[in-house]
């Protein structure tokens, strides 16, 4: 399947990525009402998040795992794996709230929603052929594409 | 502000920011290497200290709502011919610092630009014109000595060439990126420069930083540099690239050495230019064993023997007044390539008043070279390349027209990855990640983009040669260098037209 | 070949989507004695909260069983295996064939010798039907008492309490959530249910359920000498595997079933997984009881591989939990309170009280092995990474873990890109 790949060597920590992300998943789709408006009534939040150590930086978010540690934590069942995309889906309507998922996943990908008790991971932009953050990212510190199994 | 010099509120720019448009996403804050952009607690917002902007529009280009502005700051000093902001600001910084002025990048002062006075030629009617696309056009450049005459002798397999030939190195198209040590830009850089160059089939040139092992797979297309400092220099690195450059100047900085401050030498450059971590590297003003003619002679050989001469030798000198007799002196000891750089070359660092008062303009020193050597008898022992201020591709064919063999850019090559000419490349902060070694702004260039961007450069430049070579009704390259009647002048003296060797438009 | 599954609970989904991945054709059967397809079992208390209602129970879409080609029978219970002649018979009188099978069954509600215990009035807390009565029974009830101030009694208690039951909890131990949390986790949870108003009696246990003459409980009396008045009683003090069946069959027992890094049993023909198993555990490197939900997936997915013909060793679970309290979060992960002076641990606390935040990590011979947050969790993960992966910590690593920062940044060379960035890891030159 297609993924996400973050590439450390040349991600330059600009967080345009969670720019994107945070526009792309709201409701205007309008990069100034997304964070001047809807941020502060809905509580948006980027589901990639940018890590920072000294000069390295890389944009991070769900790894879309093959074994899935949410997806075993998930007691409500609003995340599955998708056999046919291979895709970690996330229902939000679904979930209670439990962070189960969130403390189970080893690679810190999920959060909680700003202001629901939900929480909120990368869903690779369902309905965008290209993920946003790897549209935006200005240095090829994200890469889509397949490299096979995981 | 209190207790500030008093030049600080004349600061050079200002930001613009459009409240409606900022998200205060902070990218802007963290592009910014100056600390120009900070987030304020208090107020919960992005501002700006206009003071520290230097106007390298990093922020602006990434602003992802376009809501920044950096306006060069009109300083409402009285208007006076004589003393214009710039001196006056200057005598305030010298009042402060009791230092020299520093500046990086080529001069911008205001001196004329033949380049724009000159105009090309095309065929109408009785020479038809080339389409390109349909026929073959040959940009293809040797570079190196030249016999002036072949002997050919008959022998059972057929005829054989007599006359022994010397090494020349071939290039697609008639441009190669100029010297750039690894040290004053970063080795990102240098990876992407050696693979463009190898892309397009034409040279990088090192610098006098020496050469990353790991860069030696690129070596058929790298021209290695010994400088004053010798730094880097070992008998592998000599043998490692394609041909061998003698850096006796530089056009920003005639006259003067170099000097790579302690903060820039990393581990990498440390071992790369084999100097101790961390101090400064300094090559001096001149060649410590070049006094005369003679001497550069020597050092020629020595590379050449060096080498098992294999390869070409150049020799780079600065545009100065004697230019066309230097040129001449520097092939008289065996250069196979003479190399000038003229004086809107860029620099890593130079003192302002050298890079803006000293050399003259490489147009000039091209055509007297060209016409010296020619009247010497001795053109075609050496190729002729010419640096400093290179635009665009119709600057590089004047160039050809004027008698070059090929072009080195250098400004341009960084222009293509994304440098505005903030002109503070000695700083070591370079936004754009060029002229630094931080980790944390080199990696703002990563090697694929910037190879690919290099290459794509070098292949429109090539497209609008051949495009402006078959309007002249010509197929190739080599039958326009130093082809001055496809020149005219306008808006030139007699004497600058004479020295140019080209006449005036409508004659 | 065919599969069949004793239970439907998690390790049943996860054996389900296992099998999938390695056998798309075999034939699966699913018996279990609940009769609903699974929901999620730690829903209850959402539900008896009132928090979700009933729509919101199952663990998959209605179309995962048609589309995973699994068969169901639903309200049936094993009542025998015959490790033999590979066979289960269930109570309704049939008999099911099977190449491998997998026991699923979960855990069994203890309930300890109490007097008073039989009778109307007190229940346990671990299906969808205990949740349902209970729903009924807070509609008439003004005071119940909990006993077990564990995980599932704090959740029975919370959801009680939300449906206007003045709930009292009674723990044997000093304090609640004793197993999986420590003191001062445990203290700002019991400080939030106060504030809330749950009573928690702590160090004290239940020695009597009193009943009138008609048999209806008037409440409990504790063994420190008080009474507390109720209507109602649940019981939550934990769950014991529910081995009989394998046990009955020969099959090797201690806590649960003895289950291999393939989560085969003894008899290889039979597999073993969720609360039923006791099986390797990531970090004790040795097998034990777990009932967990993560664990119960995760050894249900492995033994549906294995089973599959996979071959996919179980790296082992890992001890987790995560509640929320009145919307006070914590998580507990690994070895949380090491037995005293054991060799090679350190520990390090940081408690800020007004805040009700709190972190303790717990390292073992320089790597972390355990944690415990409470308000503060989003870091959570990141430290379960360092637990998972086992790394090695150097002592600036180290600090800040300690800290509160860690990050994905201070893996150990090499491991990001393997992970993130595998095979296209970019070589600069
Ligand atoms: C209220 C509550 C809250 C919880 N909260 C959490 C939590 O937040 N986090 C966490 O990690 N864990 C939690 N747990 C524990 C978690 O639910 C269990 O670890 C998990 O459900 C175990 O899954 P399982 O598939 O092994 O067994 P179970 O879910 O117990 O399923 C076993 C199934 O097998 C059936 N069965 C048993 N014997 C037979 C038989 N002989 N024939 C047919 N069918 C049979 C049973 O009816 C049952 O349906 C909670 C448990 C409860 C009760
Ligand atoms: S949330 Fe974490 S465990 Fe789940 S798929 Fe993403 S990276 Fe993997
Ligand atoms: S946009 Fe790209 S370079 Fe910028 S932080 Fe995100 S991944 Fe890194
Ligand atoms: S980058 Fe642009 S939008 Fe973002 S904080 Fe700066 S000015 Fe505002
Ligand atoms: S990034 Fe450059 S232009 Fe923008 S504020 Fe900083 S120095 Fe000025």
Redesign the interface.
Known sequence: MKKIYPNK????????C???CVTAHSKSKD??LA??VEKAQEGLAPRRNVAQE???CVALSCRHCEEPMCVAACISGALTKNPETGRCEYNEEQCVGCWSCLMACPFGSIRRHPVKEKIIKCDLCAGRDMPACVE?C????LIYEDRGKD | MAFAPINKNYHDFFVVRDK??C?????CV??CSYGVHYWDEARQCVRHDNTKCIGCHRCEA?C??QALLIQEKPSNFKPNALWRPVFIKNVYKQADSGGVLLAGMGSPVDIPVYWDKLLLDASQVTNPSIDPLREPMELRTYLGSKPTRLEFETTPEGPRLKTPTKPNIKLNIPIMFSAMSFGSIN??LH?AMARAATEVGTYYNTGEGGLHE??Y?YGPNTIVQVASGRFGVHSDYLNAGAAIEIKIGQGAKPGIGGHLPGEKINAMVSETRMVPLGSDAISPAPHHDIYSIEDLHQLIYALKEASDYKKPVSVKIAAVHNVAAIASGVVRAGADIVAIDGMRGGTGAAPAMIRDNVGIPIELALASVDQRLRDEGIRNDASVVVAGGTRCSADVIKAIALGADAVYIATAALLAVGCTLCARCYTGKCPW?IATN???LA??Q????AAKKMANLMKAWAHEIEEMLGGMGLNSIESLRGNRDKLRAVGLSQSEMDILGVKPAGR | MKYVIVGNGVASVGAIEGIRRADPDGEILVISEESTPTYGRPLISYLLAGKIGPERMPLRPITFYDKFKVKMALGSKVVSLDAKAKTVSTDDGNTHPYDKLLLATGGVPFVPPLPGKDGSGVYSFTTLANAETLVDVAKNCKTAVVVGGGLIGLKAAEALHDRGVKVSIVELAPRVLSAAFDDKAGGLVAKRLAEVGIDVHCGTQATEIKRDESGTIVGVHLKDGSFLPAQAVVIAIGVVPAAALAKDAGIKVDRGVVVDERLASSDPAVFAAGDVAQAKDLILDDNRVVPIWPNAFNQGFYAGKNMAGADSPYLGGLAMNSIAFYGLPTVSVGIVNPAPGEAGIELSETLDEENATYRKLVFKDGKLVGYVLVGDIDNAGLYTGFIRFKFPLDADTKAKLVSGCPSILQWPEGFFDEKFNPVGA?E??
């Open positions: 060597a040349v991600c330059i920590g600009c967080h345009l969670e720019v994107a990069i100034i964070h001047n000294g000069p390295v935006a200005p240095n090829a510190g | 409606d448009a998200i205060n996403c902070q990218v963290r592009q990434y992802p709502t080795f990102n990876v790991s860069l797979k990640g931080d980790p944390y990696k703002r990563n090697p694929d983009i | 970019q600069i030159v």
